[in-house]
């Protein structure tokens, strides 16, 4: 499903498409976004989509107990990601 979001006078609004009517959802938005620079009361249009072909299963935000990322290197000696040139044999 797509979604185009806005405000009209202050009020939350939203017109939902199938998925697979990305160009149709498209020119809608810019259609409001024309209404906005002709005057009309029109603020904060978006587009969401949430596509089946898409969607990862459920249970993707929980890792794995032995998933280890960290944004921070936890000792800045150890080397992080994968080799770029050629190794070095010894």
Same mark, same amino acid.
């Given at each position: ?6 405000? *009209?006078?202050?009020?939350? %609004?939203? !017109?939902s498409? $199938?998925? +697979? /009517?990305l160009a149709? &959802?498209? /020119?809608? /938005? *810019?259609?409001? !976004?024309?209404?906005? !620079?002709?005057? *009309? $009361?029109?603020?904060?249009?978006? =587009?969401?989509? *949430?596509? $089946?072909?898409?969607?990862? $299963?459920?249970?993707?935000? +929980?890792? /794995?107990a +032995?998933?280890?990322?960290?944004? %921070? %290197?936890? +000792? #800045? &000696? =150890?080397?992080?990601? !994968? #080799?770029?040139g050629? %190794?070095?044999?010894?």
């Amino acid at each position: 499903m797509i979604v185009v979001f806005w405000l *009209e006078n202050a009020q939350p %609004r939203a !017109r939902s498409f $199938p998925s +697979d /009517a990305l160009a149709p &959802a498209l /020119a809608f /938005a *810019e259609e409001l !976004r024309g209404s906005r !620079r002709a005057g *009309e $009361p029109i603020s904060h249009v978006a =587009i969401q989509s *949430e596509l $089946p072909q898409s969607v990862g $299963p459920a249970g993707v935000s +929980d890792p /794995a107990a +032995d998933y280890a990322h960290y944004k %921070r %290197r936890i +000792d #800045p &000696a =150890i080397p992080l990601g !994968r #080799p770029s040139g050629p %190794r070095d044999p010894g």
